[in-house]
């Protein structure tokens, strides 16, 4: 192996390649963090650091085993039956990734959907209060992991095939997906407690997840819709987000300075001259 390694590092192709792979591979990630750090917030705050470590830890594993099965993964975008019907840009034509797409785009969507029902009713629940709070924070946390695991494998795949469609060398996506995986380790906490602090970004977060739960399941169908679109949509959204949380920001700092003045004004009527 180390014999394959030593021609791509004087190979400025491969370093070009590296370098494309890395930031394709930290964009892909995206997806995935978000999905983590909205997941462990759920969580009790003792809970939630080790659970996004956990889900990040379990993403590398995932990858880097399905890079050393990569003939198998290649196999997974063989058609297994065809519907026999097609139409404007979609087929029924399927592969295992394609059902694998479906099966987690649609997870997500009714994840998000799940989740933006109860941020939107904000009826209490009675249910946890049958339950014993240590019990509950056990199955919380596995069944937080089990879903970590059920979206790691779809991004997995879908982040690998991208790699193989970029590159033949092995040795070069592993270490794309080593330093994008590093990249999502670095970022956890900073996102998960930008997003728990700003309920406003929860909801974003999750229209994200909806998004790209609907994209899942429309390549699953062979309708490819452009990685590029997608992620300029989420960046303008996010940047509109930070402009309407600088406005409100702004708005608290005026309402401060307008009841400071107004409290010292108070006490200057207040106070009487010789007292």
């Excluded at 394609?98 to 997870?107: C, E, M, T």
Aim: a negative charge.
């Amino acid at each position: 192996m180390f014999e394959g390694i030593a021609p791509l590092l004087t190979d400025p192709a491969a370093w070009a390649a590296l370098i494309t792979l890395v930031v394709m591979e930290v964009v892909l990630g995206i997806d995935n963090l978000i999905f983590i750090s909205i997941l462990s917030n759920k969580l009790p705050p003792e809970h939630r650091q080790r659970t996004r470590r956990i889900g990040i830890g379990l993403a590398l594993i995932m990858r880097l085993g399905l890079l050393a099965t990569i003939g198998w993964i290649i196999g997974l975008t063989v058609p297994v039956f065809d519907l026999g019907l097609s139409g404007a840009g979609w087929e029924t034509s399927f592969s295992w990734r394609d059902l694998i797409l479906i099966a987690g785009g649609l997870f997500l969507v009714w994840k998000a959907t799940k989740e933006i029902h109860h941020t939107v009713d904000t009826t209490p629940s009675t249910e946890l209060l049958e339950k014993n709070k240590k019990d509950l924070v056990i199955n919380n946390v596995g069944s937080a992991i089990f879903q970590i695991i059920l979206l790691d494998l779809v991004f997995s795949i879908d982040s690998i095939l991208t790699a193989v469609g970029m590159t033949d060398h092995v040795p070069i996506m592993m270490v794309a997906v080593v330093f994008a995986v590093l990249c999502m380790l670095l970022a956890a906490d900073p996102l998960a407690n930008f997003i728990e602090k700003n309920p406003t970004v929860v909801m974003l977060a999750l229209g994200f997840l909806l998004m790209i739960g609907t994209v899942l399941i429309a390549d699953g169908f062979g309708v490819h819709v452009p990685k590029g679109y997608i992620y300029a949509a989420m960046a303008f959204s996010a940047l509109i987000e930070g402009l309407n949380m600088l406005g409100r920001s702004a708005d608290k700092r005026r309402i401060a300075a307008a009841e400071a003045r107004q409290a010292e004004l108070n006490k200057a009527e207040t106070a009487e001259p010789g007292v």
